[in-house]
């Protein structure tokens, strides 16, 4: 498999330097190779973790086949074991990290606005509603210019009270 991702790799890296039609081939051709080796080894793998998850409930083993299916339904959740500190120290400890983290989330939440955008203007809120009348006012005026037509018969609605 590596060697099919350096060759993908190099027959791109032609192609960045001189853009030519056998290059581009060459290059799509070994790209859609690595990625069938890749579909491949995901459907493998896949294979694989479904018969894992159904051995236990082959045995009779209730609690390790749910377990089981619990987990791969959640998928991969990566854990952020490491945290540094505002010296730039590394912190391992879970308890650390975890206070860390606090402090970190509590200052962003409760810094200042600064922002310009963020500050409402009350001149801004008063040009939206009359934008806002503007709008509603010509939606209006435009339906009574319009004539209604009739469901059924597509004809104005005035010429069908004759």
Do not use: W
Not at 86 to 108: A, D, P
């Amino acid at each position: 498999m590596c060697t099919n991702y350096r060759g993908k790799n190099i027959a791109r890296r032609k192609t960045l330097e001189k853009e030519t039609r056998t290059n581009t081939e060459r290059y799509q051709e070994l790209r859609r190779k690595a990625n069938r080796i890749c579909k491949k080894k995901k459907k493998e793998n896949m294979k694989e973790r479904l018969e894992k998850i159904e051995q236990p409930s082959k045995q009779n083993e209730r609690r390790k086949f749910y377990k089981a299916v619990d987990k791969a339904k959640r998928g991969f959740q990566r854990r952020i074991l490491y945290c540094k500190t505002k010296t730039g120290k590394v912190i391992c400890e879970e308890s650390e990290v975890l206070e860390r983290r606090e402090v970190h989330f509590k200052e962003l939440l409760n810094k200042e606005v600064e922002d310009e955008r963020m500050e409402r203007d009350e001149t801004d809120v008063e040009s939206v509603r009359k934008g806002k009348k503007r709008k509603e006012e010509k939606r209006r005026r435009g339906s009574k210019l319009r004539p209604t037509y009739e469901i059924a018969s597509g004809i104005p609605h005035s010429e069908n009270k004759k």
